[in-house]
């Protein structure tokens, strides 16, 4: 997997190097506030879940990328593409899903948006996928706002197996393929 480059970013493929960063982002409480009803990951779940992200990595070829400010090489955060998983009962687990978690003094900047219409290309142009997911919490309007800037549209609401609620967004191919004929 190589490195993205966007205007003011690199996406990095995750690596080893990056846990600590990795394990501080997720004891924030403020990142953490929509992303589980536990909040902040302990340490132990943090290097589980980093764990589990580099085996992913190398098993699929895609995944979590490290986000990198290239005018100061700042780590602001990440982007992930995966399998949905097991999470809710009423999505395939064989969807696949775009998501990013950023730290919260990068937040308003327009990082976030602009990696994630980065994932989004490679997924549909690298990775040759017909559609794509992604999901918010729905008190967390500002990832919904990313996912309406994507060209994503809202599909339904979806409840995970341990009652988290989310707001389920899709893109399809032909979908994009289209607003990148007719841009808005």
């Known amino acids: 997997?190589?490195?993205?480059?966007?205007?003011?970013?690199?996406?990095e493929p995750l690596e080893s190097s990056r846990l600590e960063d990795f394990v501080a982002l997720t004891a924030n409480p403020d990142t953490m506030r929509y992303w589980s009803p536990e909040g902040p990951f302990t340490r132990e779940?943090?290097?589980?879940?980093?764990?589990?992200?580099?085996?992913?990595?190398?098993?699929?070829?895609?995944?979590?990328?490290?986000?990198?400010?290239?005018?100061?090489?700042?780590?602001?955060?990440?982007?992930?593409?995966?399998?949905?998983?097991?999470?809710?009962?009423?999505?395939?687990?064989?969807?696949?899903?775009?998501?990013?978690?950023?730290?919260?003094?990068?937040?308003?900047?327009?990082?976030a948006t602009e990696a994630a219409r980065a994932i989004r290309d490679e997924a549909f142009d690298r990775l040759k996928l017909e559609s794509i997911v992604a999901v918010h919490h729905p008190a967390n309007r500002a990832s919904g706002r990313i996912m309406d800037k994507l060209g994503m549209t809202f599909e339904r609401d979806v409840v995970t197996r341990s009652g988290w609620p989310f707001r389920l967004y899709r893109l399809t191919r032909d979908e994009l393929d289209l607003a990148r004929i007719n841009p808005a």
């Not at 100061?72 to 399998?83: E, I, R, V």
Request: hydrophobic fraction near 40%; charge should be negative.
């Open 1 to 11: 997997m190589n490195v993205i480059e966007t205007e003011r970013l690199l996406l």
């Open 45 to 111: 779940v943090a290097e589980q879940n980093f764990a589990a992200s580099l085996i992913r990595l190398q098993e699929y070829d895609f995944g979590r990328r490290w986000l990198v400010a290239k005018e100061s090489g700042a780590g602001l955060g990440f982007t992930d593409t995966k399998y949905f998983g097991q999470s809710c009962e009423d999505v395939s687990s064989d969807e696949i899903e775009i998501g990013w978690m950023l730290s919260p003094d990068a937040w308003g900047h327009g990082f």
